[in-house]
């Protein structure tokens, strides 16, 4: 994707995003093309390959787009993060369907790893919350555990239609680690 401070040039790529949301309400993923894509929008294909490589790319785009303001509200010392992870997929919730819906939710897991240790390592504050858990470990697995786990857990509540409250997962987690605390099994 081209990063421009174009007017032009952004209004374009927002209307090649939208071209491709809408079309993924549609279609799946995997039958949508760029001529597709380039119709819906409305732009010449000159102006689709000026902004982007591929259909491929305007979906990470959404992705780190999305993904970029989850990140920079979770680097608060105050934050509660299943409240912030909770009010992301809302914030989201179309584009977290329609991936559901082309079973491609593993693309946000896997961009959530390559931008959270990028992140980690040129924005993570000293008031982030993991911080001093992080301390003389090797974050990078724990960063691993840490997104892999909330992330199962969130795509299972995407793909259920969300329909359980955002407390009642919460309520259930909480439960559950408590429980894992006080037994006597040792995961390691």
């Known amino acids: 994707m081209l990063n421009s401070i174009n007017p032009s040039a952004i209004r374009s790529q927002q209307e090649i995003?939208?071209?491709?949301?809408?079309?993924?309400?549609?279609?799946?993923?995997?039958?949508?093309?760029?001529k597709q894509i380039i119709l819906e929008?409305?732009?010449s294909r000159k102006t689709f390959y000026r902004n982007y490589n591929s259909k491929d790319d305007v979906l990470i785009s959404l992705v780190k787009i999305s993904?970029?303001?989850?990140?920079?509200?979770?680097?608060?010392?105050?934050v509660d993060i299943l409240s912030t992870i909770f009010s992301f997929v809302d914030k989201n919730?179309?584009?977290l369907s329609l991936?559901?819906?082309?079973?491609?939710?593993?693309?946000v897991l896997q961009y959530i790893n390559?931008?959270?240790?990028?992140?980690?390592?040129?924005?993570?504050?000293?008031?982030?919350?993991?911080?001093?858990?992080?301390d003389s470990l090797d974050s990078d697995y724990l960063i691993a555990l840490n997104c892999g786990a909330i992330w199962n857990v969130v795509s299972l509540w995407i793909h259920?239609?969300?329909k359980d409250s955002p407390d009642s997962v919460r309520a259930?987690?909480?439960?559950?680690?408590?429980?894992?605390?006080?037994?006597?099994?040792?995961?390691?």
């Open 17 to 34: 995003k939208k071209a491709l949301i809408a079309l993924m309400r549609e279609y799946q993923y995997k039958d949508i093309t760029v």
């Open 41 to 43: 929008s409305e732009l």
């Open 67 to 78: 993904l970029e303001d989850y990140f920079s509200i979770v680097n608060n010392e105050d």
């Open 93 to 95: 919730k179309e584009l």
């Open 99 to 107: 991936l559901d819906k082309n079973d491609m939710l593993n693309v």
């Open 114 to 134: 390559r931008y959270g240790f990028e992140y980690r390592k040129k924005h993570l504050s000293s008031s982030n919350p993991f911080t001093q858990l992080f």
């Open 160 to 162: 259920q239609g969300m």
């Open 172 to 188: 259930t987690i909480s439960e559950y680690l408590s429980r894992l605390k006080q037994s006597d099994i040792k995961l390691l």
